[in-house]
C-alpha cells in the first residue's frame, strides 16, 4: 500500500477542478494493483484478476490483462489509461488497428459516451476509483516510487478459490492461438516454400514489437539473395560465418557498422573488417537497396533487444544450419527434443548477444511448433503431426 506525501488540500483541489491526474500517475497506480473492484460506465462490475504488463508508451498501455466483466466472464487483452475519456479519439486510437486488442478503457474524467475500436467493437469503460488527492500524491514522488508499486501477478481469492478456472482459460487462450498460428501458417504454405516461410517467421520472431517489419524485410532480402545466387552458373552458394554475418547485418543496414553498433554485435575489429569486406562483394545478390536505417526503432530498448544484437542471433542460426533453419528444427522436433533448448543452441555463440529462455520459448511456440503442425498436415505427416502435438 502507497503512503501518501502529506498534500496541501486547497492545492489539490485546485488542480482537481483545473485538470485530471497525469496518465503516468494513473498508470503507475494501475501498474501498483490499487485498484481491482470498479463499475463501467454502464452499471456492470468489472474485477481485475492481472492488471497486465506496462508497455511503457508503445501500443496499449498495459498488455496480455485478465479482466473479469460481469455479462462476458474472463477476459484476456490489453488496458488503455486516459485522463479523460474524450483521449481515446484526440490521441487517434479509434483508428488504430494496434488498439484492437483493447478490453477496458481506464480514465479519470468521463466526458464522451462510448470509446469504440477501430474493428468497431465497444471498449468498456471505467473510472480508476484511485482518489485524485492519492494520484497527485503519486505524481509528486515519481520517479522514486516505483520500488514501492510491485503490482500482484494474480487475484489470490480466486487463484485460490477456483484455479481450476484460471488454469481453464489460460489452457483455452493457449489452444486458440496455436490453432490460429497452424491456419496462418497453412495458408502461407499454399503460396510459398517451407524454407521461405520459416525465415520470414523466425525472423519476425527476432523482431521484438516494434522491429518487426524491418526484420521481415531482411529476411525477404535474404530469400531473394538465396533465389539469385541459385540463377548464377556456376555458383555454389555456401553460407558459412562471414556469408550469414555479412547478408544479415549488410540487408538491415548495419554495414559499415558504428562504433556503438560494433560494440553490441561482439565483433572484433578484425572479424568485422572481413564482414564489411565480404558484404561489398555479395551486395549486389541481395537486388534491393538495404533495410533503411529510419525503419528501425532504438527507443526504450534493453541492450538484449537491440535490432543488431538480434540480427547476430538470426546469423548464428543461419550459418550453423546452411542457411536453411526449418529442416533442422523439424528434425529436431521428430527426434522430440526441447525445442527451446535447441533455439538457443543454435543462436547464442559465446562472447556475443544471446536468446533467453522466454524468447526461445516465444519462439518455439509462435513459429517451430505450430509451422510443424501446419507443414505436416500440408504434405500429410502424421508421425510429424504426432511429434509436433
Known sequence: MIDPVPVDTASTAGRMASKPPRELAMSAAW??????????????????????????????????????????????????IHGRSSEWITHGHHLDDRYNTVILHVVSRIDTTETRRADGKLVPVVTLGVPDDVLFSIDARLPGIWTELGGDVCAADLAVRDPQRLRSVIWRLGDRRLDTRVRQFEGELCVRSVGDVALRALFDAFGYIENRAPMVAVAERLILARIGERQKPGTTTGPGDHWSMAMVLGSAGFLPMSPTDAHISGLSLTKLQVIEAAWLKMAATVGDRPVPATAWSRARTRPANHPVARLMCAAHLLDRTDGDPFPVLLERVRQRSDVPDVIRELCNMPGRPAIGQSRAVSIAANVVLPLALAFSRHVGDLELEDAAS
Not at 454502464?42 to 492481472?50: A, N
Not at 485478465?66 to 462476458?72: K, L, S
Request: proline fraction near 2%; hydrophobic fraction near 40%.
Open 31 to 80: 501498474h501498483g494493483a490499487l485498484t481491482r473492484d470498479m463499475r463501467t460506465i454502464d452499471g456492470r462490475q468489472v474485477t481485475v484478476i492481472f492488471h497486465g504488463h506496462w508497455s511503457h508508451g508503445f501500443g496499449p498501455d498495459f498488455s496480455d490483462a485478465m479482466i473479469e466483466i460481469e455479462g462476458e466472464g474472463l477476459v484476456t487483452g490489453a488496458v488503455e
